[in-house]
């Protein structure tokens, strides 16, 4: 799909203080005209990071954060989004799945055998891919047909692949699955169709420690690989995302306990809030080891040199 050409490059930054959120170091980097909420931010180094909002919105930046330019790729609603390189990218729209081999400036439509909603993409490399939905998706030819595998769950929210074999996927009814054998086969680790409580996102810090948040706020965990999984750090609110950068720093983010985004230095042992913006924040990714940019509604971004 052609790129509508509405670009805005060079934008100018209201900036805040930092103070306006209640904790120091954070600063509000508001892309004007852009007023769409936002809902997705990943980086793929320190420069080049990816950002999709509604109404087909996506920004980019080469510089860290600083400026972002702004394009709308779709009429339709963006719900999924990932990038293997700084120069190749999928995303999920209302069914379709366009893809950019030139960072984002372009996009064509790739011929899908499986027309679906993804609520997340993860690409193992430029042909392997997996999304979740309704069920668990994968690819072989780079985005070009998806087969699904049903299983008795009520719809998935995350995956994601720790090697090229093993892989996890979480969603409705506190529903974990797993795969040994890169998605051939997935078995179910957990599930209750009694619960209302829904696993939102899965980030592993080593081969070991890894946790899923969720839309009650707790953070539930596995010190064995996905072997077992136990509540270990019961919050209220709403979890969106987690992610780590090493094994042993993280964040969680949404609208968790006392703060907007949670900061672990200890493989998840203990979280700490370090933005109490009274936001629920919608996506999060880090630019550094201390720097770190996050997404909310409204067109806003949050940018971090000192988390």
Known sequence: MTNLKFAIS????????????GQGGWSWYNPLPQGNNLRSVMFIDSNTGFCFGDHGTFLRTTNG?????????????????????????YINAS???????????NWFSETSTVHAVFNCMKFLNEMTGFAT?????????????WESTPLNVGGLNSVIFRNQ???????????IIKTTNSGVNWSIVRYSNVSTECYNAIAFADSLNGHI??????????????????????????????????????????????GSILKTTNKGLNWTPILTSGFSIKGADFTGLSSLIAVYDGGKIFKTTNF
Do not use: C
């Not at 069914?95 to 400036?105: E, H, N, R, V, Y």
């Open 213 to 258: 948040v969720s839309s009650n706020g707790s953070i539930v965990s596995t010190r064995d690989a996905g072997f077992s999984w136990n509540y270990v750090t019961p919050f209220t609110g709403q979890s969106n995302g987690i992610k780590f950068i090493d094994q042993n720093t993280g964040i969680a983010f949404g609208s968790i306990y006392e």
């Open 10 to 21: 060079g934008i100018l930054l209201l900036i805040l203080t930092s103070n306006s959120f």
């Open 95 to 105: 069914a379709w799945i366009l893809k950019t081999t030139d960072s984002g400036l």
């Open 133 to 145: 939905g309704a069920y668990i998706y994968k690819t072989t030819n780079g985005g070009k047909s």
């Open 165 to 175: 074999n093993t892989g996890f996927a979480v969603g409705n009814y506190t529903t």
């Open 65 to 89: 954060g600083i400026n972002w330019s702004v394009h709308q790729i779709t009429k339709f609603q963006i719900s999924s989004m990932d990038f293997i390189n700084d120069q190749t990218g």
